[in-house]
């Protein structure tokens, strides 16, 4: 269930744009978490990467077929124009690389494919890109999942229920630390910029 699960959001976050609800890492990371052991975990590196090498082929067969003028639709619109401007001027200066390095990018990853195949770049140079990408970041994400799992497990053993309250707590704290330092920044800053325009 939980390679079926992986291989299915991973396929949907570049052809049906899960990945703007659900980011891609956060979905792999906690599937990688689940799993036994390492043949496993093997298996779902294999079974994420083939589902995201797929769904990127997919999305650059949508872009070659309907071309510039998807990026007036009202997919692309919910997505983002932006997005889709940025995927377009990349892939016209880096090409393949553009491909490669978008899919460690949110957004950006879900963007790129169709942009890939309305720019006209060739499939020879799309596949070989995307299928690096697609083993690099399934490897990677997996990997680190299941090392997190590995190390709770041993934190667990460690220090039982109550190092797992006082890690929450801290991790609550830090969380509502970072949300006050946001709102003084949002706060000067608007302070800033009233001070600007008063002048």
């Known amino acids: 269930m939980v390679v079926l699960v992986a291989g299915l959001v991973t396929l949907g976050e570049t052809t049906i744009g899960v990945g703007l609800v659900l980011p891609g890492e ?11 052991d390492v043949p496993s975990a093997v298996l779902v590196v294999a079974v994420v990467a083939v589902a995201a090498a797929c769904g990127d082929t997919i999305g650059y067969a949508i872009g070659r077929r309907f071309g510039p003028r998807l990026r007036e639709s009202r997919l692309i619109g919910r997505m983002g124009r932006d997005a ?3 995927a377009a001027r990349t892939l016209r200066r880096w090409g393949p690389w553009a491909v490669l390095g978008a899919r460690f990018l949110p957004v ?6 169709p942009a ?7 499939l020879r140079r799309f596949l070989p890109a995307v299928a690096v990408g697609a083993c690099l970041w399934s ?3 997996v990997t680190a999942g299941f090392l ?8 667990e053993r460690a220090f039982g229920l109550v190092g797992w309250a ?16 946001r709102r003084r ?3 000067r800053r608007a302070a800033g910029r009233s001070t600007v325009d008063a002048a």
């Not at 950006?108 to 494919?113: F, I, Q, S």
């Not at 890939?116 to 060739?122: D, E, F, K, Q, R």
């Not at 997190?148 to 497990?153: D, F, G, N, S």
């Open 26 to 36: 956060t979905m792999l990371i906690a599937a990688a978490m689940a799993v036994p």
């Open 84 to 86: 889709w401007d940025d």
């Open 108 to 113: 950006v990853r879900t963007m790129t494919p």
């Open 116 to 122: 890939a195949g309305a720019s006209g770049l060739p």
């Open 139 to 141: 490897a990677l994400h």
């Open 148 to 155: 997190l799992r590995e190390a709770a497990e041993e934190f």
């Open 166 to 181: 006082v890690l929450g707590v801290v991790v609550v704290l830090g969380a509502v630390g970072w949300r006050v330092r």
């Open 185 to 187: 920044a949002r706060a």
